[in-house]
């Protein structure tokens, strides 16, 4: 099964400095048919203006990761962790029992366009930490490279749940596949471009839901830069 969640379906913010479009329900977008998927909670297209920022708040048992796609978010916390994101960065926060931080656009002159992505932690109550890496555009080119996992293997970050993430960039012509298991779920989500998923043309914001057993297989149709999560139940 694969059922598509086109992005133009999305919830949409807008506040001027903030341009969100949200895959799931999210703050004053509320739709009980689109709550999530297995353990992903949030999947939130954010473009905010020159300087402007989401200023400290706090959150706690839950796993968010940044995934900035053009220009660069600065990112402060409760932790102490100071660092700015950028294209090829991956950032994973644990909230556990509770983080405060903040989120700026790093620049007075450029936007910052960037996925926040929520997930369920495997249990309540974890420490609260924080971690980036940076991959870059030749080890995802025209391949699926794991940049988030369990156990944090091949040099991904932590994730503290039952979660497989990949980040891809396909060029016309390049071919990628994966295979999920019975009983895991998948979603895949066009950051930017377009792809052919199982036949079915998909665009820039466009997700996809998928139940395992099924054989994945993703076409790039214009450059595009894709996320493919592999989760447990």
Request: no cysteine; aromatic share 8%.
């Amino acid at each position: 099964m694969q059922a598509i969640r086109h992005a133009e379906d999305r919830g949409l913010a807008n506040f001027g400095w903030l341009d969100s479009r949200h895959t799931f329900s999210f703050g004053h977008y509320y739709d009980p048919q689109h709550m999530g998927f297995g353990p992903l909670r949030v999947i939130n297209e954010d473009r905010v203006t020159p300087g402007q920022g989401f200023a400290t708040h706090g959150h706690s048992d839950m796993e968010i990761i940044s995934y900035v796609l053009d220009g660069a978010l600065e990112h402060n916390d409760s932790l102490g962790t100071g660092s700015v994101i950028r294209p090829g960065d991956v950032q994973r926060m644990s909230a556990g029992t509770g983080v405060r931080h903040s989120e700026y656009n790093a620049s007075k002159t450029d936007p910052v366009h960037f996925l926040q992505i929520w997930v369920l932690p495997e249990k309540n109550g974890l420490e609260p930490s924080y971690e980036q890496k940076s991959f870059s555009d030749e080890d995802k080119q025209g391949r699926l490279l794991l940049v988030g996992s369990r156990d944090g293997r091949n040099g991904s970050v932590t994730i503290h749940q039952d979660v497989d993430l990949y980040s891809s960039l396909l060029s016309d012509g390049d071919k990628v596949s994966h295979s999920l298991a019975a009983g895991r779920k998948g979603w895949l989500q066009v950051a930017r471009g377009s792809v052919v998923l199982n036949g079915e043309q998909l665009y820039p914001g466009d997700g996809v839901a998928i139940e395992g057993p099924s054989d994945i297989l993703i076409e790039g149709s214009d450059d595009a830069e894709i996320l493919l999560f592999d989760m447990g139940q």
